[in-house]
């Protein structure tokens, strides 16, 4: 199957302390965003499909999927909210360009909110700031964004890192406002918001082909998968690719198939460009 590469594409992380609801948001876009047939059964935490993850009830893994909204394709990455897998969160920083940051309404910051936050501004990814849970009673708004402001203002690179939107959302409930004292509908303004502050990724598409490879996974009938965001080029099924480790050793591959993410499938494509995320 082919895939025209001059779909609009953005690239987004979300990233979070572990619990403050960043599964369950990722959950509440996939079901608003055109991932699911009418009246398709889904349930709870979609994104946690590893059999540790749901008996503990955290992501373990980076994941990648997508939403369409207004026929804009938004990769999405779900990273780790637990320290223990912070390095899954620096591996696969570099696929994005823009970000969804989940503080919970109640706790605020947290160390690995920190953590997240820093490496996001690190690779210069832009910054959706979304305070989640604002459904439960006793959240303190008022000092919860003073210390998130606290919070940029030690970590900002740039002041430009200083300009960022709030939204408040249960994730919960689905739905996303910008103002906390607004009933909620759903998640409207946080897809308007992506569109808005997220750039188009970049990437010569008429260079020779490069991509970072940022994770590994294997696959039974196809073996090694590598994914990664194309950072230079188009790429072809059974197009000849170079392999270069960091000690500068190098060895020549036949691409054999092309997926990239659409919901919460991989869907094979014969082409795809620099801008997009995907297993080869």
């Not at 989940?102 to 997240?116: E, F, K, L, N």
């Not at 000092?143 to 919960?172: C, T």
């Not at 039974?220 to 790429?235: D, F, M």
């Amino acid at each position: 199957m082919s895939v025209s590469p001059n779909v609009e594409i953005r690239n987004l992380a979300i990233i979070a302390h572990v619990d403050h609801g960043k599964t369950t948001l990722v959950d509440a876009l996939l079901k608003q965003g055109q991932v699911f047939r009418d009246h398709q059964q889904v349930g709870e935490l979609i994104m946690d499909s590893n059999p540790l993850e749901r008996e503990r009830g955290i992501t373990i893994l980076a994941k990648n999927t997508s939403v369409t909204y207004k026929d804009v394709k938004i990769n999405i990455i779900d990273t780790p909210g637990h320290a223990d897998f912070s390095g899954e969160v620096e591996r696969v920083m570099n696929m994005a360009d823009g970000c969804l940051l989940v503080v919970d309404a109640i706790d605020g910051p947290m160390p690995q909110t920190h953590y997240v936050l820093r490496k996001a501004l690190e690779q210069g990814v832009i910054p959706i700031v979304v305070i989640n849970k604002i459904d439960r009673p006793e959240t303190a708004l008022s000092s919860v964004i003073d210390d998130i402001h606290d919070m940029f203002l030690r970590l900002a690179i740039s002041d430009d890192q200083l300009d960022f939107p709030i939204l408040y959302s249960s994730a919960k409930d689905g739905y996303a406002v910008h103002d906390p004292e607004r009933e909620g509908i759903d998640m409207q303004p946080l897809f308007e918001t992506i569109l808005d502050r997220v750039p188009i990724p970049s990437g010569d598409k008429e260079g020779s082909f490069q991509m970072l490879a940022a994770a590994l996974d294997f696959d039974n009938h196809l073996g090694q998968i590598v994914i990664g965001r194309i950072s230079r080029g188009t790429i072809r099924s059974k197009s000849g690719v170079v392999l270069l480790r960091p000690s500068g050793e190098s060895k020549v591959f036949t691409l054999d198939r092309i997926y990239v993410f659409k919901g919460l499938e991989r869907l094979e494509v014969a082409v795809a460009s620099a801008g997009e995320i995907v297993a080869l």
